[in-house]
C-alpha cells in the first residue's frame, strides 16, 4: 500500500476528521438538541423552529443546521412535503384555529377600562379573544363616578361587568371608590380588577422602551409628561404625549411584552364577564 496515495493538503482537509451535516425534514415529535436544550418540534414558522422539553418549557431556534439527532449533526429544513398548518397565536398567547370564526354577537357582559391608552392596549394584545368569545371593551374617562355607572349598567347573572383600574392600591382614591361597590351587593356580578401602576404605560416591560426600569415621577409632576421628560422626548403638549405612546404601542406585540401581573388582572376579566356563557 502506498502511503502516499492520497493529498493531505486537499480540499477540505481541514474538516476531514468532522462528522457530516445532513438535512432533515422538520416534523412534529421530532426530538431534537440545540446546546443545552433539548426537546420534542411542536411548531415552526417564518424560520423558526420551536421545541418544547419534558418540563413543558419551550424554547425557539434558528432553523437549519446546529442541531442533534440521535447524536449525529443535523440541519432541519422546511417540510418536503406538504402539511398541516400550524399552529397560530393571537398576541395574548391564546391559540386560533385552523378556520378563523367570523366576531360572535356582543354578549350582554361588559368591560370597563379606565383610560383610553389602557382600552387600546387590551384591544392590541386580547382584541382577537375578545371577539371570540364576544365580549365589548369600552373606556371610561375616570372612575370617580364607578358607583353610578354600575348601577346605570345594571349588572345581573348573565349580564356581569368587568373592571379595570389604574392605582389600585391599599389606601387609595381607586380602592375607596371600588369599596363602594362592593359595599352596594354586586360582588357576585362585578369584579374590579386594578394594576398598581399610577398610569398604563407601566404595565409595559420597560425593556421595550429600551430602559432597565421605568423613571420614578414624583407625585406633583404630570406622569405623562414627566416620564416623557426622563426619557428625554418632548413633553410640551399632548400632542407630545399621544406620539410617544403610539410609539409604546407599536413596539408591543404580545402578551410577553407586559408585566405578567397585568395580563393576569386582564385574563381574569374576561373569564369572569364569559362565566356566564360558556358553551
Known amino acids: ?24 425534514p422538520v416534523e412534529r415529535d421530532l426530538v431534537v438538541e440545540c446546546g443545552d436544550f433539548c426537546g420534542a418540534v411542536v411548531r415552526w414558522e417564518n424560520g423558526i423552529v420551536v421545541l418544547e422539553d419534558r418540563r413543558g418549557r419551550q424554547r425557539s431556534f434558528p432553523m437549519g443546521a446546529g442541531f442533534l439527532l440521535e447524536g449525529e449533526p443535523v440541519s432541519l429544513q422546511p417540510p418536503l412535503r406538504a402539511t398541516p398548518p400550524t399552529p397560530r397565536y393571537t398576541a395574548s398567547g391564546s391559540r386560533v384555529g385552523e378556520r378563523r370564526e367570523t366576531a360572535r354577537v356582543a354578549l350582554p357582559s361588559r368591560i370597563y377600562v379606565e383610560g383610553r391608552h389602557d382600552a387600546e392596549l387590551v384591544e392590541k394584545i386580547w382584541g382577537d379573544d375578545l371577539r371570540h368569545v364576544g365580549v365589548v371593551v369600552e373606556f371610561l374617562g375616570g372612575i370617580d363616578d364607578l358607583p353610578a355607572i354600575v348601577a346605570e349598567f345594571r349588572p345581573e347573572p348573565g349580564r356581569r361587568l368587568g373592571i379595570l383600574v389604574d392605582h389600585l392600591v391599599p389606601g387609595s382614591k381607586e380602592s375607596r371608590i371600588v369599596a363602594q361597590v362592593h359595599a352596594a351587593g354586586y360582588r357576585d356580578v362585578v369584579l374590579v380588577e386594578g394594576h398598581e401602576y399610577i398610569d398604563v404605560w407601566h404595565a409595559i416591560k420597560p425593556e421595550r422602551v429600551r430602559r432597565k426600569a421605568w423613571p420614578k415621577i414624583p407625585r406633583d409632576v404630570d406622569f405623562k409628561k414627566g416620564t416623557l421628560a426622563a426619557l428625554g422626548l418632548p ?45
Open 1 to 24: 500500500m502506498d502511503r502516499y496515495d492520497s493529498d493531505v493538503l486537499r480540499p477540505g482537509w481541514q474538516k476531514a476528521h468532522l462528522r457530516q451535516t445532513r438535512d432533515v
Open 235 to 279: 413633553c410640551q403638549d399632548q400632542g407630545d404625549v399621544a406620539r410617544a405612546w403610539q410609539a409604546m404601542l407599536g413596539r408591543v406585540r404580545s402578551w410577553r411584552d407586559l408585566e405578567p401581573g397585568f395580563n393576569t388582572k386582564v385574563e381574569r376579566l374576561i373569564d369572569f364577564v364569559t362565566a356566564d356563557h360558556q358553551d
